[in-house]
Nanobody, 115 residues
């Protein structure tokens, strides 16, 4: 049972990236899914979330209008489309799945926004 993130990298300010989080060993569609990020020296913060039922999305104020969370239940994958990236978006991005009393984190993927 694991989550594996991919898609991070180095991008210039104003650029875009799409992060992927693939689930194995469990059915992702049954879980509420979230993306968090953690910058050096700071606490891990919620970036975006999507519910298992209804697909309701929520976003941190800092990313509203720039980031979009989505899920593909056929591919058992959740995505984070990031646009208009800023240097302050630089962080390790983590995928998180939760359902009832069970929760699991991915290993994280580094996103660096710099010119």
């Amino acid at each position: 049972v694991q989550l594996v993130e991919s898609g991070g990298g180095l991008v210039q300010p104003g650029g875009s990236l799409r992060l992927s989080c693939a689930a194995s060993g469990f059915t992702l569609s049954r879980y509420d899914m979230s993306w968090y990020h953690q910058a050096p020296g700071k606490e891990r913060e919620l970036v975006a979330a999507i519910t298992s039922v209804g697909g309701t999305t929520t976003y941190a104020d800092s990313v509203k209008g720039r980031f979009t969370i989505s899920r593909d239940n056929v591919k058992n994958t959740v995505y984070l489309q990031m646009s208009s990236l800023k240097p302050e978006d630089t962080a390790v991005y983590y995928c998180y799945a939760k359902r009832n009393g069970f929760a699991i984190w991915g290993q994280g993927t580094q996103v660096t926004v710099s010119s």
